[in-house]
C-alpha cells in the first residue's frame, strides 16, 4: 500500500470528543512510527501525536492532557482519541508513517513514508 486509510473526521461541538482512526497496512516491518498531524488554513502542517513499535509516546503541547495515541499492531491500525476538543482544534489532520523507530518526541514531517488522504474535523 502507498496511501493510509484515515476515517473518523466530523463535526462535534465543542466539548465534545472524537477518535480518529488510520489503516496503516502500508508499513508491514516490526519497527515503525506512526503519527497525526493537523493543518490548519495557510499554515504549514503541524505535529499532533505519535507512537512507535516500542509503544513510546509524543503529544504536542497543544493536545497533551486530553489526547490518547494508540496503535493496535495485529490488525495495522492506529487511532487518536481527543478529548474537550475546542474550534481551536478544527483542521484537516492526516496520519502518516515510516518503518522506523522515532527519537524523542514527534518526528518531522520529512521522517515520514506514508500519508493518509486527510480527515476532516470541525468544532463549533
Known amino acids: 500500500h502507498v496511501q493510509l486509510v484515515e476515517s473518523g473526521g466530523g463535526s462535534v461541538q465543542a466539548g465534545g470528543s472524537l477518535n480518529l482512526s488510520c489503516d496503516a497496512s502500508a508499513v508491514t516491518s516490526s519497527t515503525f512510527c506512526m503519527a497525526w498531524f493537523r493543518q490548519f488554513p495557510g499554515k504549514e502542517r503541524e505535529g499532533v501525536a505519535a507512537?512507535?513499535?516500542?509503544?513510546?509516546?509524543a503529544y504536542a503541547p497543544s493536545v497533551k492532557y486530553r489526547s490518547t495515541i494508540t496503535v493496535d499492531k495485529a490488525k495495522n491500525t492506529m487511532t487518536l482519541q481527543i478529548d474537550n476538543l475546542q474550534p481551536e482544534d478544527t483542521a484537516m489532520y492526516y496520519c502518516?508513517?515510516?518503518?522506523?523507530?522515532?527519537?524523542?518526541?514527534?518526528?518531522?514531517?520529512?521522517?515520514?513514508?506514508?500519508w493518509g488522504q486527510g480527515t476532516q474535523v470541525t468544532v463549533s
Open positions: 507512537i512507535d513499535s516500542d509503544e513510546s509516546t
Open positions: 502518516a508513517a515510516a518503518p522506523r523507530i522515532m527519537g524523542w518526541g514527534i518526528p518531522p514531517i520529512t521522517f515520514f513514508t506514508y
